[in-house]
Nanobody, 122 residues
Framework: QLVESGGGSVEAGGSLRLSCVASGYAGCNYDRNWYRQAPGKEREFVARFDRDGRTIEMADSVKGRFTISQDKAKFTWYLHMTSLTPEDTATYYC??????????????????WGQGTQVTVS
């Protein structure tokens, strides 16, 4: 299970931190991702930690403004958003792309999604 939190409404130029808590992921190998979907648009990639947690990818549209971090012990990863603009308004989803794992890993191989958290910038 993936549960996001931290969304809300902010003024342009403001900041928010989103959190994603993963349950049942002990022993899993998975990429930790953030996506977003604005009204009337397709879901788009925002940021990624690879399964090793060493490689980070950021979408061009958020480079220099957003950062990603994680707390492996808490199975939690974060999206730190600064200098927000109205174009960042969207529902933000965390995603776990499970590549495999040991017996304790509960989720199946493939993509798993949280329920989404709304970010509104005005």
């Amino acid at each position: 299970q993936l549960v996001e939190s931290g969304g809300g409404s902010v003024e342009a130029g403001g900041s928010l931190r989103l959190s994603c808590v993963a349950s049942g992921y002990a022993g899993c190998n998975y990429d930790r991702n953030w996506y977003r979907q604005a009204p009337g648009k397709e879901r788009e990639f925002v940021a990624r930690f690879d399964r090793d947690g060493r490689t980070i990818e950021m979408a061009d549209s958020v480079k220099g403004r957003f950062t990603i971090s994680q707390d492996k012990a808490k199975f939690t990863w974060y999206l730190h958003m600064t200098s927000l603009t109205p174009e960042d308004t969207a529902t933000y989803y965390c995603n776990a792309d499970v590549k495999g794992g040991v017996f304790s890993c509960r989720p199946s191989i493939g993509d798993h999604w949280g329920q989404g958290t709304q970010v509104t910038v005005s």
